[in-house]
């Protein structure tokens, strides 16, 4: 049986006629923290999106689990368990911290959508349920005395372990982050390294890791894939990545090098 939660072979995806992804190979291995980084422009944002279904490949085939999900789209890919957070936030702003996480959780419910709609036993008790895991994961992220407040009242950096909680209630076996370091501080850095990493060890996860801060990428990745302009230029642990030639000569330039040592 293979090692692999996701493999993903010769993706290619149009725009017109430009090529964002050119015949890109993608792999995570069950329970690793694997990264995908590259300049912008170099195809990340759009392999992301062929990986989680929001868009389809023209070519090549993606794997979860050893089962083809290369046409599901992003609602049977989270059925199967796959989840992923946004570069950009996309919470419910106007709603409570404990109802961002409910509300996103509900599509897993047993019961059915008029069961809900009618507050039927059964559902009041799964609802029940699914709440209190919901104030469980908040009281692992340090939040549960946020549960009743609006989301918008929270710091950035609160929001992003919102988010993360908010996957983490939907027990995927492949977690796929879009940036979570973006506008954090960084003793918030400090603390979201912390918890990715415990993601991965307490909850049994794959994690694919896409982000900018190096610093993020060294220190939490087994492994790393490199895309620019569409393809993949190098694959490997973090520091054979940093220290590739090609890579620091194609598109990071030698003071990124420098810069990821420090």
């Known amino acids: 049986m293979s090692d692999l939660i996701l493999d993903a072979r010769g993706i290619v995806r149009r725009f017109g006629g430009v090529v964002a992804v050119d015949g890109a190979d993608l792999s995570v291995r069950k329970g690793e923290i694997a990264g995908l980084i590259g300049p912008n422009g170099s195809g990340k944002s759009t392999m992301v999106n062929l990986v989680t279904g929001e868009l389809a490949p023209h070519a090549g085939s993606f794997t979860f689990d050893g089962q083809d999900i290369t046409r599901l789209g992003p609602g049977e890919r989270t059925r199967r368990g796959m989840a992923r957070s946004f570069q950009m936030l996309r919470l419910f702003r106007s709603l409570s911290v404990e109802d961002n996480l409910v509300l996103a959780s509900h599509f897993r419910m047993q019961t059915g959508t008029l069961a809900n709609v009618l507050r039927s036993p059964a ?5 029940r349920a699914l709440r209190a895991r919901a104030r469980e994961l908040l009281g692992w992220f340090d939040l549960a005395d946020f549960a009743g407040r609006p989301v918008s009242a929270m710091s950035i950096g609160q929001q992003r372990m919102v988010e993360l909680a908010r996957g983490i209630l ?3 076996r492949l977690f796929v ?8 501080s960084p003793v918030n850095v ?8 415990r993601m991965r060890d307490e909850f049994g996860m794959s994690i694919l890791l896409v982000e900018h801060d190096m610093r993020v990428v060294r220190e939490l990745c087994d492994q790393v ?4 302009a569409g393809r993949v ?3 490997g642990v973090p520091e054979a990545v940093v220290n ?3 890579v620091v000569e194609a598109y990071i330039g030698s003071g990124w090098k ?5």
Do not use: C, F, H, S
């Open 225 to 228: 894939t490199v895309l620019d």
């Open 258 to 262: 420098r810069r990821a040592k420090a």
């Open 233 to 235: 230029i190098a694959a």
């Open 123 to 127: 559902a009041m008790a799964e609802e």
């Open 190 to 197: 400090d603390r979201l390294i912390a918890i990715i990493r």
């Open 244 to 246: 590739d030639l090609a």
């Open 177 to 184: 982050l879009d940036e979570p370091a973006a506008g954090l």
């Open 170 to 172: 939907a027990q995927p």
